[in-house]
Every structure is written in C-alpha cells, then in structure tokens.
C-alpha cells in the first residue's frame, strides 16, 4: 500500500507543477489519519500553503473564516449530489471542488484552483480582508497575489474527470482502510479539518524559516492554537516531535551545503539554523548514522 500512496502524491505533484493547479485535499471524516503512510503522502496537500494563502490566513479572523468556508463547502456537497462545484473563498480565489464519497457518505472533497474568473471581485476580496485586519498590508497582499497566484494552465474540461478519477480512488482506498481498521470510528462523522490546516501550517511554516530560530510558541501563534493542542497534533500526525522535526529539515538542508558547496561544517551549521556547530554535528551523526565530515567526503564526488 505504501508504494500506491506515494503514487498518488506523485500524480498530485505532477498535476501541480504541469499544469500550474494548486491542489487541496479537505478530509471531512478523518479517514486519511487511519493510514499512517497514506497521511505521510497526502501531508502537502490538506491545505493551501502558498505565500498569498499563508499570509491572509497569518491573521486569525481571516483563518477563521477560511475554517468557516470550509464547512459550508462541506454542507452544499452534503446536501447537493452534484459531481462537482465551483465558487470562490473569502479571499476572492476560484476553485473547483470535487467530492470524495464512499456509498452515501460525504468523506472529503478535491478542491483545485485558482482559477482568476473575476480579477476586480478577487481585488475586492482582498481589499475588504485587510480592510477588517490591523495585521494584513494590502500593499504586501496584492503583491503576494500577484506573485504567487496565476490561473492554472489546463482546461477544467481536461482536469475535472482525472479528480474524478482520484476521488472515485480515494473513497475506495476508505473502503478498503474501514475493513482493516474495524476499531476505528470515523463513519458518520464529521472530521474538524482544522486538525489538518494547523499541521500544514505548522510544516510550512517550519521550511521557510528553518534557517531562524523557531519556538513552540511562536509556531502555535502562527497556527492559531495552542502550544499543547500543536504538540499533540504534530506527535499524532507525523510520529515525532515538533524539535526533531525542525531539526530534521535543517539536516536535510545541510546536505546540500555539503555536496554543493566549500562552506566549512561551521558555516553550514550556522546557515541551516544551528547555532552551535557540535550540536549540528551531533544531530546530523545521530540522523544520518555518520557525522557531516563523512557524509561529504562520501557523496561530493558523487554529484
């Protein structure tokens, strides 16, 4: 299974880049969870982390009402079996959304955009929100909408039946996880899907700024929750805490510090947000199973 599940984040990551569509993926029922490869794969699709979505949504109003949309989507696709919607967010961003269903339950919904149908009602849209905010710059707004947001470079024609494809895939995947996992109860019940935007904030949130100093406290005001609440998502979610997380990503960075550059082990550790070079030292050794020196005398040459 776990080989399928990474197939899919593929194909995901494919439509992305291809043809330039920002793709989320709303659990309604909290069946992704029940997986925990199938969550792994899915992570950087369950919520809208680009820099125009994280930056309206940095404002806690904003946030909330983008939790808000949410269940009202939710409520339409309830209420109406259609094959698929389309309207736009709080922000002004049109999306198309495509149910995920199993039999007469409403698991999820594929949501992929931004389709720019009406550039004055989005300017509008993000006039009003940082209009009603004494955080949001609608100077640094626009300039992130126009930097960030571009139409997708596909036809919905064309797009819309392979979500289809997927939806119909990932409802089956449900059936097949509600068979092996009987003690889970998660039919029939609506999934707070601010559990998924929070952890998808909080990731996001860390690759940006692995390079700085990063709290617990500052990572859970930015979540707009509390310290505990994003400790415990974070260890339920992904199997480790938010440090070992944070110090994950640095590693990873470092790595190709060391293939690509001369930078000595001090600097590396320096610009990957390590401020002490022998703690850098120790956790890249204690990650990778070799200290920073041999891992670049065994892969420089090698690139």
């Given amino acids: 299974m776990e080989n399928t599940y990474q197939n899919i984040r593929k194909y995901l990551t ?15 029922y909290g069946f992704i969870p029940i997986n925990k490869e199938l969550d792994e794969a899915l992570q950087p699709f369950l919520a809208h ?20 949309m949410i269940r009202k989507m939710y409520k339409k696709m309830e209420k109406n079996h259609c094959d698929y919607c389309f309207g736009a967010c709080h922000a002004g961003l049109y999306e198309y959304v495509v149910p995920i269903r199993y ?117 859970a005001e930015f979540c707009h929750c509390s310290s505990s609440h994003l400790s415990h998502i974070f260890k339920k979610r992904t199997g480790v805490n938010i440090n070992l997380y944070i110090n994950k990503v640095r590693i990873e960075l470092s790595k190709n510090y060391l293939i690509n550059s001369t930078d000595s082990i001090s600097e590396i550790a320096i610009n990957t947000g390590f401020n002490d070079p022998n703690y850098y030292t120790r956790v890249f050794t204690k990650i990778m199973g070799i200290s920073p020196k041999e891992f670049r005398r065994r892969f420089k040459n090698t690139n």
């Fill in 103 to 219: 039999k007469d339950a409403l698991l999820g919904s594929i949501n992929a955009g931004f389709f720019q149908k009406d550039s004055k009602l989005t300017d509008w849209c993000i006039h009003r929100a940082c209009k009603n905010s004494t955080t949001l710059s609608y100077a640094e707004a626009s300039r992130l909408y126009n930097a960030s947001i571009t139409s997708p470079c596909i036809d919905p024609t064309d797009l819309l039946p392979q979500l289809m494809l997927l939806a119909e895939y990932l409802g089956h995947t449900y059936e097949i996880l509600k068979k092996t996992n009987p003690d889970t109860a998660v039919i029939y019940r609506y999934h707070n899907s601010n559990e998924d935007t929070i952890l998808s904030h909080a990731i996001e949130y860390i690759r940006q700024n692995s390079r700085q100093h990063i709290s617990i406290n500052s990572l």
């Fill in 14 to 28: 494919f439509l992305s880049q291809k043809y330039n569509v920002q793709i989320c993926i709303k659990d309604f």
């Fill in 49 to 68: 982390t680009n820099p125009f979505c994280m930056y309206i949504k940095s404002e806690q109003h904003s946030y909330y009402q983008c939790l808000n």
